[in-house]
């Protein structure tokens, strides 16, 4: 089974800090998942999934994806839209 992401969202562009962006996907047409943040790395941008702390303070993912050749997938789409948006903005 493969996932098909039928929507990309960047609700925010941020330029202050680590925080670069925050985007919402919707995949298949049926599922939304808000509140991805776009990072600035050491070495590069990435796509960190939403996440909450839990009692012993660790940050802990709501939702991500098993494989790595989703989360590739989904970190390539995320950041393509992320690189669209900041060039249409300027």
Request: glycine share 6%; net charge negative.
């Amino acid at each position: 089974m493969s996932i098909t992401i039928t929507d990309i969202k960047v609700r925010k562009l941020l330029n202050d800090g680590k925080l670069r962006g925050i985007v919402s996907i919707t995949i298949d047409g049926t599922l939304a998942v808000h509140d991805i943040k776009v990072i600035q790395g050491e070495e590069r941008l990435f796509a960190a999934m939403p996440s909450r702390r839990d009692d012993s303070g660790v940050f802990r993912d709501i939702v991500h994806p098993i494989s790595a050749q989703c989360r590739s997938e989904l970190e390539e789409a995320i950041l393509s839209a992320y690189h669209t948006e900041l060039n249409r903005t300027e």
